[in-house]
């Protein structure tokens, strides 16, 4: 698989109504930004109203995480914040930024901050997790 950089995800959760984050760096991804008359998937929602998709990136499959595995977003959610830190997930509304941002949540720095201060962010708005018995794995987000 062809990749372009690296990308840093932040996990995001809601924990007694304050927002919380788990920052993973994603060592080989491919990162397509829109252009205008390139790539722009076009989604429709159940009230049929369109979003453009600005960003997408392939992430392979193999790919080891700062010694972290993969969960489904559902058990991930499930566990204690020392338990989340082992490993990382893919969910709607997780933030991607491209390259090894230095970005470091915490309260005082809500997640809302990262697309005030850094070029190339998205909110995941699409996963998709494609399996293929040519080895070629992978989880290809798409974000706005």
Known sequence: ??????????????????????RTVLPAVFWEN???GG????RYSKQGQE??????????????????????????QTLDLQEKEKYFTFQIGDALVFGECPYRWSPQSPLRE???????????????RVITP???????????
Request: hydrophobic share 40%.
């Open 1 to 22: 698989m062809l990749t372009n950089g690296c990308a840093t995800l932040y996990n995001r959760w809601e924990e007694n109504d304050t927002e919380r984050c788990i």
């Open 34 to 36: 829109a252009v205008e």
């Open 51 to 76: 979003f453009l998709t600005t960003v997408r990136v392939l992430v392979p499959g193999m790919a080891i995480l700062e010694g972290r595995k993969y969960l489904p977003p559902k058990s991930w």
């Open 114 to 128: 990262l697309a005030r201060q850094y070029d190339e962010t998205a909110s995941i708005r699409l996963i998709r």
């Open 134 to 144: 040519s080895g070629f794995s992978h989880w290809e987000l798409e974000g706005v």
């Open 39 to 42: 790539f722009a998937g076009r």
